[in-house]
């Protein structure tokens, strides 16, 4: 199981829980497994999500492995000009 | 992924300071700008614009416009594809692209003033304005918002309904179309454990980009469908893929080739013209040429995000930061966007912090769709928390870079966006300040000194580059970003260093869409990093070509061999005695050993690492007249690695002039009737040189161990500081804290007077 931390504006389609434990190995398996177990969250995944991996933040890298001790953090889709 | 196990730290031409190579066509007027592409039979393009801030269109009669001599295409929303649901990464947004479509020329309704309407091509300037002339509009005038507290408010003129995100609260209006919170711990004990809060609130005005080259393209449509386009962009692969989808054009068809850029910042990662000069061709059958007017760029063209924010910061006696919140209300025009979620991630992410919680929304206005604008959402929320952390530290008697220091966010600190911080450059970087001479020089009466930290993520990206090894012993680089900051330069040395030859030997250029894959857009500070990191990767390709190469020469394993100062040498005991082979010679001979050789790489860069910068600024405010003079600006900031330390010196002094303008001048005015009132540069003022201070550039090197020189982008940490910089150093020099930008002297002057 990894832990995922999602912001707070993500909490409330999570039973308000900051953290949630999804079984994922990688980037895409993670937000296929939030989408199922969150359905209120696919929304936003839909629109576009970046995942910080122990502090190095991955943009659409499907197979970014994902160990289960890793720093798993949600956030979005990291833009820039 | 971008972790290279690779390392290099022993530099020969990465850290030099090469003429740049685009020099010459630049200084003797050589370089091709967008509006410099010819095609023989062009047209010329003209675009009608909405006259309102927010109307209904009832009806487009351009028979007049088509009936006109010398009048060879019109086209309307009507001329335009239907586009799905598609959403596409472009530039600050990931926009949906019937908002990109209606952007470009609109459908149903006007949304802000200069809101494309109709366009035509013509034989001539003279006569597609005269046809515009003849177009006939029938609107219905509806009310409008400009304002971004009133947009939000309940009953509020609606700007596009239904676009209402499900994260937003109830009971807002429906141009609140997005929200946003983040951070952790407890702020309620947090606030109670300081010894004060302060809780200001701030408001920032939009802000153009300001390129001195207006948007131009030619685009040229054959009868089989076939077409090129010629434009000044940030990316031309996203041009390519936007205008694909709305003219309905298969991606292959279509080739973009992206000139010369007479500056972006941001503002050319989106697509305002380039749709409407295909769909002309498409009609006419000829090229088409359509170059924006400056009052066009400033009607219809990105601004930045209009703001008021309000931010709540606790400090004990001695300087620590006990809690920390901000509530950020953005609006980035007619469309909408989620910009904010930017400025809220990065508002305290300079800061170790228990207790922090950042809460945004972002609200439609009829004001044009925002365009990124270098680290997108950042300057605002930084501005105004760094303000309200200078107002605590001369509250409390606190030296303000001290403080920064005290609080200040380092490896391990889990940020207030969440993710814990690797290595990080902050800490240098205020040690550095701490150090220069800036610091202790003394002011006069009038003067004040600001200083502010700042902060941005930076990003890599989908990647592509060619590195071909010519028979000559030159080495030929293609990428696929347009050079808005240096790139060929520091692209071109990587590629040097790596291959172990010198800068004068490699030429690197930028490729059009049919030549090299795809590469995202020039933006996210990503492109020395991310390119470069792909040609390195290249080259080594490259360099286990020719090892293999002499290998076959010498008779020898490929293993046997290694690659040293730009020569393929016998590696090991068993490997035999031969005279080093140097890429020279390796490729005179490469048609004999095989054909020719070239190194590749495509990738989907991560690993970016964030930067920080630190500035400070000495400011004279005259009480007469509420003027300030900028005296002294010193900009620090962390580079990883610079490459070609000229370009970086010049992204951290251009980013601190334009952040000096955004603070002291620069604003979108807006009338009672919603219109435009300063869509120029006479009236919308940005600093010229006779306006500003030498500004002196600290390079810190901190290595981003993401990437085996450790470079890290540089192009859009340096805009953020200098917002609050400044108004630190006014509200100091003035003896009264200022809270709205920008500090133009006639709200300088209101806040003197107003202080007694």
């Known amino acids: 199981m990894v832990a995922v931390k999602l912001w707070g504006s993500l909490r409330a389609f999570a039973d308000g829980h900051e953290v949630v434990q999804v079984e994922a190995r990688n980037f895409r398996e993670l937000l296929d497994r939030l989408g199922e177990t969150w359905p209120g969250l696919k929304p936003q995944i839909e629109r576009g999500v970046s995942v910080a991996v122990d502090g190095l933040v991955y943009r659409e890298a499907w197979f970014t492995p994902i160990k289960p001790d890793s720093e798993v953090v949600l956030m979005p889709y990291m833009q820039g000009g | 992924m971008a972790l290279d196990n690779q390392p290099k730290r022993e530099f020969k031409v990465v850290g030099t300071r090469p003429p740049r190579p685009d ?146 609260q109830r009971g807002k209006s429906e141009n609140v179309t997005h929200y946003c919170e983040f951070g952790h711990g407890d702020l309620e004990s947090g606030f109670a454990a300081a010894d004060l809060v302060v809780e200001r609130s701030f408001t920032t005005a939009a802000t153009h ?15 089989d469908g076939k077409a090129d386009l010629w434009c000044c962009t940030q990316g031309q692969y996203n041009v390519r893929s936007v205008c694909a989808e709305i003219l309905g054009m298969e991606a292959s068809q279509l080739r973009v080739t992206a000139s010369e850029i007479g500056g972006g910042f941001g503002g050319k990662t989106s697509i305002f013209i380039e749709p409407v000069a295909l769909a002309l061709s498409r009609k006419a059958g000829r090229p088409v040429k359509l170059v924006m007017t400056r009052d066009e760029v400033f009607k219809a063209t990105g601004p930045t995000v209009s703001t008021s924010m309000d931010v709540k910061i606790g400090m004990t006696k001695d300087g620590r930061i006990t809690a920390a919140s901000s509530h950020l209300r953005y609006s980035g025009g007619a469309f909408p966007n989620a910009t904010v979620d930017m400025g809220a991630q990065a508002a305290f992410a300079a800061y170790d912090l228990k207790a922090v919680r ?189 090892c293999r190469r002499a290998a076959a020469i010498w008779g020898i394993d490929e293993e046997a061999v290694e690659w040293v100062d730009g020569a393929a040498r016998p590696s090991g005991p068993n490997a035999g005695q031969f005279p080093p082979l140097t890429l020279a010679e390796i490729a005179a001979v490469s048609f004999q050993t095989g054909g020719p050789i070239a190194g590749h790489h495509e990738f989907n860069a991560d690993g970016a690492g964030v930067s920080f910068g630190v500035h400070i600024a000495d400011v004279e405010v005259d009480p007469d007249t509420g003027a300030t003079k900028v005296l002294r600006y010193t900009v620090f900031q962390d580079a990883g690695k610079a490459v070609h330390p000229d370009y970086v010196e010049g992204q951290m002094q251009g980013g601190a002039v334009q952040g000096i303008g955004w603070a002291l001048n620069e604003e979108y005015i807006y009338g009672a009737d919603g219109r435009l009132q300063n869509a120029g540069f006479l009236d919308y003022r940005i600093p010229v040189a006779s306006d500003l201070p030498m500004i002196d550039a600290v390079i810190l090197e901190i290595p981003n161990p993401g990437h085996p020189y450790g470079v890290r982008g540089v192009g859009e940490t340096g805009i953020v500081p200098p917002l609050a910089a400044l108004s630190n150093a006014v509200s100091r020099a003035a003896g009264v804290r200022l809270n709205r930008l920008p500090m133009s002297p006639p709200r300088v002057l209101e806040a003197i007077l107003s202080k007694g």
Not at chain 2, 209 to 223: D, V
Not at chain 2, 462 to 476: A, H, Q, W
Request: charged share 20%; glycine share 10%.
């Open chain 2, 23 to 168: 020099g010459v066509d630049k200084v003797t007027g050589r370089a091709q700008y967008g509006a410099d592409v010819s095609a023989p039979g062009m047209l010329v393009a003209k675009i009608l614009r909405s006259p309102h801030a927010h109307a209904e269109i009832l009806s487009i009669d351009t028979s007049a416009a088509e009936a006109l001599a010398g009048v060879k295409a019109v086209v309307t929303s009507r001329d335009f594809g239907a586009v799905g649901d598609t959403i596409i990464d472009i530039g600050e947004d990931s926009s949906p692209l019937a908002d990109i479509r209606d952007n470009c020329l609109a459908r149903g309704k006007v949304l802000y003033d200069g809101h494309a309407v109709a366009a035509v091509a013509a034989v001539s300037a003279e006569v597609a304005k005269a046809a515009l002339k003849l177009i006939k509009v029938d609107y219905r005038v509806l009310p409008h918002v400009t304002d971004v507290d009133a947009a939000m408010k309940p009953g509020a003129p609606v700007v596009l309904s239904g676009r209402v995100e499900e994260t937003v």
């Open chain 2, 209 to 223: 980009q300001g390129y001195i080259e207006p948007h131009a393209c030619l685009a040229s449509m054959t009868a």
């Open chain 2, 358 to 546: 950042t809460f945004g929304w972002n609200a439609l206005t009829n004001r044009p769709k925002e365009s990124a604008y270098r680290a997108p959402g950042a300057p605002q929320a930084i501005y105004a928390v760094e303000s309200v952390i200078d107002e605590l530290c001369q509250k409390l008697n606190l030296d303000p870079l001290e403080v920064r220091l005290k609080n200040a966010a380092k490896k391990g600190t889990r940020s207030s966006y969440g993710p814990t911080f690797d290595d990080i450059g902050l800490i240098a970087t205020l040690e550095a300040a701490k150090a220069h001479p800036h610091l202790k020089a003394p002011l006069g009466p009038n003067q004040g000194r600001g200083i502010s930290a700042g902060f941005w993520f930076n990003f890599g990206g989908n990647t592509c580059v060619t590195l071909n090894i010519n028979t000559d012993g030159t080495v030929s680089v293609t990428e696929g970003n347009p050079d808005i900051g240096g790139s060929r330069a520091s692209i071109g040395m990587m590629a040097a260093e790596e291959l172990g030859v010198p800068f004068e030997k490699v030429r690197t250029i930028v490729a059009d869409t049919a030549s090299l894959g795809h590469n995202d857009i020039t933006d996210g500070s990503r492109v020395t990093f991310a390119v470069g990191l792909a040609t390195i990767k290249a080259a080594r390709d490259a360099i286990q070509k020719m």
